[in-house]
C-alpha cells in the first residue's frame, strides 16, 4: 500500500527538494501538492503531511493536521521550543505524531550536537548564522535549535556568560546564547558556534552548499520515521546514532 503524502509549499525551493526526495521513496508518493496560501481542508485523507510552508502558515498546517488525525513532519523555520510548547498537548491529545527537523543537513545535526557536547567546558558561547538574503525569518531554526540544545547541555553550569546582552548588536539570545543572523547574496547555509574560555576558543562550523544533496539523506530518513511517530519529536538526531554519550 503506498503512503499518500500531502506536501505543503511543495512549490519552494525546501518544498521541491522535498517532493523529488519523496518520489524516490519506495512506498511513498505525493499525492497533492499545496502552496503555502491553499486551502488547508484539502489535507483530508492524506496518510502524512509534510510542511515546508512559511512560519506564518506552519502552525496551522499543524494543527490542521493534527485536527484530521494526521502525523505531520515540519520543515519549516521558526518553531522554537515555545512555539512547539502551544501545539504538543494537541497533538498528544490526538495520539498522533509531529515531527519538527530544523535542518535536515547531517552535518548540521552533527555539528550542532558537537557544540551542544563541549557547551559544558566554555563559560561562552555565541551563534553567528549566515542564509541568502530572501530568507525572511531569523535568528534560523537551525540556530535556535542549536541555542536550546547547548542551554539544555548547560543545565547544571547555568547560562553562558553574555555580557552587554542589552546592546541590539549583540544578537538575539535564546537560552542566554546570542545569535548574529546574516542576511545576504551569495550565501546557502552557514552556521558557526563559537565557544570562548580562559585563553582558548572552539569553533564549530557548518556550510551548505547544495542544499539537494545535503538534505536528501536526512530526509530519506525523516520521511518515513515520521508516518508512525507519537508525539512530539525534534531534531533528526533522534533518527541516528551520532555516536555521543552521556
Do not use: C
Not at 498528544?92 to 555539528?111: Q, R
Amino acid at each position: 500500500m503506498t503512503t499518500q503524502v500531502a506536501l505543503v509549499g511543495g512549490t519552494g525551493k525546501l518544498g521541491t527538494i522535498i517532493g523529488a526526495v519523496i518520489a524516490e521513496l519506495e512506498g511513498f508518493e505525493v499525492s497533492r501538492v499545496l502552496t503555502s496560501s491553499s486551502d488547508l481542508s484539502d489535507l483530508r485523507g492524506a496518510d502524512l503531511v509534510v510542511d515546508a510552508s512559511t512560519p506564518q502558515v506552519s502552525i496551522d498546517v499543524v494543527r490542521t493536521a493534527v485536527e484530521h488525525g494526521v502525523n505531520v513532519l515540519v520543515a519549516t523555520s521558526g518553531w522554537s521550543a515555545e512555539r512547539i510548547a502551544l501545539v504538543r498537548p494537541l497533538v498528544d491529545a490526538a495520539e498522533t505524531g509531529a515531527v519538527f527537523i530544523p535542518n535536515f543537513s547531517l552535518g548540521s545535526v552533527l555539528g550542532s550536537a558537537l557544540a551542544a557536547a563541549a557547551a559544558p567546558f566554555f563559560g561562552s558561547a555565541e551563534i553567528i548564522e549566515a542564509h541568502r538574503e530572501t530568507k525572511i525569518d531569523s535568528p534560523s531554526g537551525t540556530a535556535v535549535r542549536t541555542a536550546e540544545l547547548i542551554a539544555a547541555a548547560r543545565a547544571e553550569q547555568g547560562p553562558v556568560s553574555a555580557p552587554h546582552a542589552d546592546q541590539r548588536a549583540r544578537g538575539q539570545q535564546v537560552g542566554s546564547v546570542p545569535i548574529h543572523s546574516l542576511r545576504r547574496p551569495g550565501v546557502v547555509a552557514k552556521q558557526e558556534v563559537i565557544l570562548s574560555g580562559p585563553g582558548e576558543s572552539l569553533t564549530f562550523t557548518h556550510d551548505t552548499t547544495d542544499p539537494a544533496l545535503a538534505y536528501a539523506p536526512g530526509i530519506r530518513l525523516a520521511v518515513p520515521y515520521a508516518l508512525s511517530a507519537r508525539g512530539v519529536v525534534v531534531g533528526l538526531e533522534n533518527m541516528i546514532d551520532i555516536g555521543l554519550r552521556s
